[in-house]
């Protein structure tokens, strides 16, 4: 093989034409050449030129939709592309090319053209031993890959890494096969090891059990999922042996199937609790710096956080959120996460410039990323929890570029605004802005402080800045504010943020800076303020003893003797500083020796707040934390900022229910089917009752206890506390949360709420979530088979598209079908799952007719991913069927289809010719060759165009032509054209007027994929100079019919004239084209010097068949110019005219007449239309009588006199 493309290669290259000096010469562009790659459309960055007649593409274009590899080095300029085992390596300027290190000579260099190298497709796709066709009639290069055999994979190893007792114990390794680059993807097949000796290709094959991995040039290691399948379709479990299989596939549908591995065995660990999810997880754009710090988070922490370490950030690509899961997200490296550590009941902040997503690609603007938050578990005991998905969401950048903050300083002694100094880098671009805003943010705030959070800051919260044109160093005044509203005061930690304010038509458009380093101004900058202030309830007795206060130290302590802790009502916490503080009575504070360590404090049952209020139930907090300067600092205090809000409260007896799960046990359609089990609360004591809450799947992340203390008591089922773990079904006439009736095919999650009783009346506890649950029938639904997509329109949408598939086996559980249309791409991932997940708006709906089915999608349909379908998109085609019981079933997907525009195809060989001497459309005969493709052909139209205007006649306006002849499809096509024919103008076909004639083949009658053939040789219609004219018979009188005819333009040639009688309907009797054929019986008229001749037909005279003239027929007579001499062979026969022998005629008599005569009544002429054998008399009944005008179509000019 190697040899054979080394050839190919070499005899492209001497054949190659170059690029001209003149690139101009480039006569067509992308929009005109299509390069199809094994049927998918190749796009280039660098549209295909046409130069010479040879299609030309940008080499890296081409070599990396052959799976080639090809690099630029701009120093040498040279080009060098690998695939596989062979290299090429291509010098621009050069006349020689290295194929392995073979050095070829070209009679062309390589030449760039707009920067990019050009050359032939034969040379690049030849050159990889690809099959390349040109159709030059539609500019189309279609390359075929070989798609030699496949190798299969040289083994297979299984083994188990964990004790989940389902698919994700499993992990498959296995070398990949060389070559790689004919390998579609992998498939790994896991097998019951029963099964496993007679396991073979055919059977690989066929089932739709396997997990697919796309070749990426390395060794392959996968743990599978929990839900796959072994070939039966059966879940992977636990107590069941399994061996694992690969199988090859190739790109053009070969296959190969590994050997078999070891065997593994599933085993199943104890199952654990979860600790708590977090919710109300919410992402923004909250900058413009085309990094993670664009990307703002926030959630709402777990309702229990004593078994959370900490939480992980995840972010993930859009594409890839519906395999991430808690197993995925364990097995992400740490860099691609961030950590964010337990404080405050929100947590909120922006990810840093390097944070990375879980492919550990930087994040940038431009990709749909959604986000997942991880509870980490700090025991064994409880596993990790993954939060429930984020919305989507899609960086990305502002019109106005934001500000960057360089350094804050304490600058000064005024313990307000003027101690602090901020210096930022102006905007690269000052035009679309008109002034900056400095924002000062408490350290604890800073986090969760967006540009929308900015924009809604009121005037008197922020220092205006002027723009300078100059980098800004600002100093903030006496009166300065945070955007609390809280004076600039010592003690606090803040950060600072500067917004660049946009104008004129970028007005709104506001550019958010990061935040600064945190900041704490004092005093004299001699003490240092402690830190991470936290609080928390710990206890129930309904004072200070209940509320636990931690803080980091400060950073040294050599300069304070200790510190104090302030209780302020959240009211006054915006407002209280260092002054404050340093006046509050010490009654009303609690003293902290310093330890050289962080301090954990829980208060006396007799501390107060600053204002001397004992501590209590129901008032919200926060808390600062005073640092007491000591020695030569004493008087010199710094003040922390302060804790989160904390309301004490009397909850802490009230536990939760843990460890709910869920089970679908019946088939009633309803709460009947749903059994809710859960572990019952540690102590029960101060519990009246629990509470079974039935939320659905997209609701339970944001459902908390808030909410379910408000759900209506019709809304939930209770249960009473019976000292041990519960098991409850739910009664038929049980409702979610929302008030819906419960039912199959809908997604549940189940919390249980712990109800306080007596003194903990109120005080009520949620449990977490159980795994979602669908119920369903336990009917088993059929799927649709053999579904088949076709292209059938030309309307470049979705009515182009047909689909059409076998009913299911068994359609009476059945209520419909749902055609869903999924772009090629993401087919192989689409299941059952994400079918039924569909909205209505985005599938067809099919009901069930008891028979197969065809349907044609609406103009409006639209794929699953809620495009618009259209051409040049690959797809393929499901079927769902959507059981009555809620239960489905997916078909398996067509094969794929891409709709595009068809046309139709022209006639060759457009030929006329002057066949008669009627003056009229009888005498052009036409012929063509048909279509060479007929299958979007509706008809032909063959039109008559006089020749002056055959120049500018196009495709568009032939369609819109109302006179033309029709012709059938089907075969090749030659006949004379009816004699009233007309041309293109309405006008009839005649002698000496010049014609062209064009076939336009028919693809829609609106013209839509119609072609034009090209025109015919010019032809002019003409009479012969020796054809007799004005043939008339008379009435029969006495016996006698006189025949009359006007003498030939030019009788010079002519010998004499023949008069014949044929009997009407004879089919034997055809123009004579020598005098050898003209038979024997006949008139003879001899030429004289006259204007016409005239004879008779008497009684006893023969017809041209030598039998006697019947009274009871009808005859036609024709008169036969006999040239002289050698002419005679070219003797003309004239035109037609009619005569009868019966002169009465009642509808009666019509047995007597068979096919086609012409009879008379009082002087109409009329025919015999009844289809009867030639001379079979017919039964009355069987004719029908038309007069000579009605009959007009048939009996045409053959009814003169």
Do not use: C
Not at 245 to 259: D, E, H, I, M, P
Not at 905 to 930: A, I, M, R, W, Y
């Amino acid at each position: 093989m190697k040899k054979i493309w080394l050839t190919l290669l070499a005899a492209v290259m001497i054949f190659t034409v170059a690029f001209g000096a003149n690139q101009g010469q480039a006569a067509a562009a992308a929009s005109q050449i299509s390069i199809y790659i094994d049927g998918q459309k190749l796009y280039s960055p660098q549209a295909p030129i046409m130069v010479k007649g040879r299609a030309m593409l940008p080499m890296r274009a081409i070599f990396e939709a052959l799976d080639a590899t090809i690099d630029w080095n701009a120093k040498t300029k040279t080009v060098t592309a690998k695939r596989d085992q062979t290299t090429i390596v291509l010098k621009i300027g050069s006349k020689s090319a290295i194929v392995n290190n073979r050095t070829l000579s070209l009679d062309v260099p390589g030449q760039i053209y707009k920067g990019s190298t050009m050359v032939p497709v034969r040379f690049v796709s030849e050159a990889l031993g690809e099959k390349v066709d040109w159709n030059a009639s539609n500019k189309t290069v279609t390359i075929t890959t070989s798609g030699g055999p496949v190798n299969s994979v040289a083994y297979v190893s299984a083994r188990t890494i964990s004790k989940n007792g389902d698919g994700r114990d499993v992990e498959v390794s296995f070398p990949k096969v060389s070559p790689e680059s004919g390998v579609s993807e992998y498939r790994v097949l896991m097998v019951k090891s029963g099964n496993a000796y007679n396991f073979n290709l055919a059977q690989a094959l066929s089932t739709s059990s396997y997990t697919s991995i796309r070749p990426d040039g390395d060794d392959v290691s996968i743990t599978l999922s929990s839900q796959t399948r072994d070939v039966n379709g059966d879940l992977l479990r636990s107590g069941q042996s399994y061996a694992a299989f690969v199988l090859t596939v190739g790109k053009r549908g070969n296959s190969a199937l590994s050997g078999v591995s070891q065997t593994i065995t599933l085993s199943q660990a104890p199952t654990l609790p979860s600790v708590g999810a977090v919710s109300n997880l919410k992402v923004s754009d909250a900058s413009d710096y085309g990094d993670g710090r664009d990307l703002s988070v926030s959630f709402t922490k777990a309702q229990t956080e004593n078994n959370i370490t900490n939480y992980r950030i995840y972010v993930v690509k859009t594409k890839d959120k519906n395999s991430f899961d808690l197993a995925a997200a364990n097995k992400v490296s740490s860099s691609n996460f961030t950590v964010v550590n337990k404080a405050g009941t929100t947590l909120s902040g922006n990810l840093s410039s390097s944070a990375r997503d879980t492919s550990g690609e930087l994040i940038r603007n431009g990709v749909p990323y959604t986000v997942f938050v991880m509870s980490v578990s700090n025991t064994g005991s409880y596993t990790s929890q993954l939060s429930a998905a984020s919305s989507s969401i899609t960086l990305a950048a502002n019109a106005v570029s934001a500000p960057v903050i360089t350094r804050v300083d304490d600058i000064s002694n005024y313990g307000d605004g003027r101690d602090l100094r901020v210096n930022f880098n102006r905007v690269s671009d000052e035009s679309r802005i008109g002034s900056y805003r400095i924002f000062v943010v408490k350290d604890s705030k800073a986090g969760s402080f967006s540009l929308s959070a900015a924009n809604n800051v009121p005037s008197s919260y922020y220092t205006q800045v002027g723009k300078t044109g100059y980098n800004i160093s600002q100093v903030l005044s006496s009166g300065a504010r945070d955007v609390d509203g809280s004076l600039i005061a010592n003690g606090v930690v803040y950060r600072v943020f500067v917004m660049a304010v946009g104008t004129g038509s970028y007005s709104g458009s506001n550019a958010l800076s990061s935040a600064s380093s945190s900041i704490v101004l004092y005093g004299n900058g001699n003490v240092d303020a402690a830190s991470n202030v936290n609080v928390s309830d710990i206890s129930d007795y309904g004072d200070g003893r209940d509320l636990r206060v931690t803080f980091n130290r400060a950073s040294d302590e050599s300069r304070i003797s200790g510190y104090r802790i302030m209780v302020v009502k959240s009211n006054q916490a915006g407002s209280f500083n260092l002054s404050w503080a340093n006046s509050v009575s010490s009654s009303n504070y609690t003293t902290v020796d310093k330890t050289g360590y962080n301090i954990t404090k829980v208060l006396s049952s007799g501390a107060r707040d600053v204002d001397g209020d004992y501590i209590r139930n129901g008032t919200s907090y926060r808390v600062f934390v005073l640092s007491i300067g000591s020695g030569g600092y004493y008087g010199s205090n710094a003040l922390s900022s302060y804790s989160p809000a904390i309301t004490l409260g009397s909850n802490g007896y009230v536990g939760s229910a843990s460890n709910v799960s869920v089970s679908d046990v019946s088939d009633y359609g309803d709460g009947r089917d749903l059994l809710v089990n859960f572990k019952r609360a540690d102590d029960e004591r101060y519990i009246s009752q629990y509470r079974i809450l039935v939320v659905k799947n997209g609701d339970a992340g944001r459902f908390d206890l808030n909410d379910a203390n408000a759900v209506r008591s019709s809304n939930y089922t209770a249960v009473t506390p019976n000292g041990a773990n519960i098991s409850k079904a739910l009664a038929s006439g049980a409702r979610d949360v929302d008030g819906d009736a419960i039912r199959n095919g809908v997604a549940y999650r189940v919390f249980i709420l712990s109800v306080g009783t007596g003194s903990y009346a109120g005080t009520n506890a949620l449990s977490s979530y159980s795994p979602s649950i669908t119920l369903s029938g336990n009917v088993k639904v059929d799927p649709a088979t053999s579904v088949k997509a076709a292209d059938i329109g030309d309307n470049g949408d979705a009515s182009d598209l047909q689909v059409t598939f076998n009913r299911a086996k068994d359609e009476s559980s059945i209520k419909g079908y749902r055609i869903l249309v999924v772009q090629e791409s993401q087919a192989q991932f689409f299941d059952l799952s994400d079918a039924e997940k569909v909205p209505s708006s985005l599938y067809t709906p099919v009901s069930t007719t008891g028979s197969n089915l065809s349907v044609k999608l609406n103009t409006g349909a639209r794929s699953v991913d809620n495009n618009v379908i259209k051409n040049d998109v690959s797809y393929k085609v499901f079927v769902l069927s959507v059981g009555a019981n809620g239960t489905n079933a997916l078909s398996e997907p067509s094969a794929p289809i891409t709709l595009s525009t068809k046309s139709a195809s022209p006639v060759t060989d457009v030929s006329v010719s002057d066949v008669g001497d009627n003056n009229n459309g009888s005498d052009l005969e036409v012929s063509f060759t048909k279509a060479a493709d007929e299958r979007n052909l509706y008809e032909y139209r063959i039109l008559v165009v006089p020749a002056d205007k055959a120049k500018v006649l196009n495709v568009a306006e032939a369609s819109d032509i109302n006179y033309f002849t029709k012709a059938s499809k089907g075969s090749n096509y030659k006949h004379a054209l009816s004699s009233d024919a007309k041309d293109i103008n309405g006008e009839f076909i005649a002698n000496g007027v010049s014609y062209r004639v064009f076939v336009l083949s028919v693809m829609s009658p609106d013209g839509k994929g119609n072609v034009l053939s090209t025109p015919s040789d010019e032809i002019k219609l003409q009479s012969n100079p020796t054809l007799v004219t004005r043939v008339t018979a008379s009435e029969l009188k006495d016996e006698e019919v006189k025949v009359t005819f006007a003498k030939a333009a030019d009788e010079s040639t002519i010998d004499y004239y023949k008069v014949f009688a044929v009997p009407v309907g004879s089919t034997t009797f055809m123009t004579a084209k020598s005098v050898k054929e003209v038979p024997d019986s006949f008139k003879k008229v001899d030429k004289a010097n006259k204007g016409s001749y005239e004879t008779a037909f008497e009684k006893g005279d023969k017809d041209i068949y030598g039998q006697e003239l019947n009274t009871n027929a009808s005859y036609l007579v024709y008169v036969l110019s006999v040239l002289k001499g050698e002419q005679a062979s070219k003797s003309v026969l004239s035109s037609e005219t009619g005569f009868m022998f019966v002169t009465a005629f009642d509808e009666k008599d019509t047995k007597g007449y068979t096919k086609n005569q012409l009879v008379s009544d009082q002087g109409s002429i009329y025919q015999v239309l009844k289809d009867s054998p030639q001379g079979t008399p017919g039964k009355s009944d069987d004719y029908k009588l038309l007069k000579k005008a009605e009959a007009k179509a048939t009996v045409s000019s053959k009814t003169k006199g």
